[in-house]
């Protein structure tokens, strides 16, 4: 049987990812398990330790995914992996991409522990660049390697705070949420693009087409941008 601290954490990342963390509060919480706010505080003090555990959790799934495999090459499909991992792990936790600057901003600890994360990830995207270069999918020089990981890092943090920011929130929808996201790892393979060689060069097509397009990306965020106008204008 799950455990009620196990429902408690699965039950507020549900709220959070649907609701908007600064939407959801622990009685919010508490009613949408059945429980009293006493047991769910006899697990978590409050909020933000609910939200410290998730971030926990998410940055182990992260770390545990941008891993060189020992004792042979990467190949194009390593490289599509970590692109369906990374797509994964934001859809799973996106309202903390989504409400990141506040959620670091209200909490000096988690910002402490997110810019260590950071950190980490930061070396060990570059270990899977260099990981490409050497198998001869990636023909970059260091700086240009450096340069690709800390760029593709800028999109994949902002990218769910980005989409949020055209999407009314009373025009969500999770299909078009997760198509919005696929985008943003389409525009990490366009980053990739020019350095990209050999068989990931020549999967580098079916690869855009596995997560969108520039035409998809400027119509969907159009439209949500025109819903926004229409819901203002409405008021």
Same mark, same amino acid.
């Given at each position: 049987m799950t455990s009620t601290r196990e429902r408690i954490l699965a039950t507020s990342l549900e709220l959070f990812n649907r609701q908007g963390e600064r939407n959801v509060t622990t009685n919010h919480i508490a009613e949408a398990l059945g429980i009293s706010p006493g047991n769910l #505080?006899?697990? %978590? &003090? +409050?909020?933000?330790? /609910? *939200?410290?555990?998730? %971030?926990?959790? #998410?940055?182990?799934?992260?770390?545990? %995914?941008?891993? *060189?495999?020992? !004792?042979?090459p990467l190949t194009w499909q390593d490289k599509v992996g970590y692109l369906e991992s990374i797509l994964e792990s934001i859809w799973a936790t996106r309202f903390l991409h989504r409400d990141l600057g506040h959620l670091l901003n209200q909490d000096e600890t988690l910002r402490e522990d997110y810019r260590e994360f950071v950190s980490i990830c930061l070396k060990k995207g570059l270990n899977i660049? @260099?990981?490409?270069?050497?198998? !001869?999918? /990636?023909?970059?020089?260091?700086?240009?390697? @450096?340069?690709? $990981? *800390?760029n593709t890092w800028? /999109?994949? =943090?902002?990218? =769910? $705070? %980005?989409?949020?920011?055209?999407?009314?929130?009373?025009? &969500?929808?999770?299909d078009r949420d997760r198509k919005l996201l696929q985008q943003g790892i389409y525009?990490? *393979?366009?980053?990739? =693009?020019?350095?990209?060689?050999?068989?990931?060069?020549?999967?580098?097509?079916? /690869?855009?087409?596995?997560?969108?397009?520039?035409? +998809?990306a400027m119509e969907m965020l159009a439209g949500q941008a025109g819903m926004r106008r229409d819901g203002n204008d409405d008021r």
């Open positions: #505080y006899y697990h %978590f &003090r +409050n909020k933000g330790e /609910i *939200v410290k555990e998730l %971030f926990i959790r #998410y940055q182990a799934m992260v770390e545990a %995914f941008l891993q *060189v495999p020992a !004792g042979r660049y @260099q990981g490409l270069r050497a198998s !001869g999918l /990636i023909a970059a020089s260091d700086e240009d390697l @450096q340069a690709l $990981m *800390v800028v /999109i994949v =943090a902002s990218w =769910a $705070m %980005f989409v949020q920011s055209m999407v009314p929130d009373d025009h &969500r929808d999770l525009q990490v *393979v366009c980053l990739e =693009a020019p350095y990209l060689k050999g068989e990931a060069l020549e999967h580098l097509d079916s /690869i855009k087409a596995r997560y969108g397009s520039a035409a +998809n």
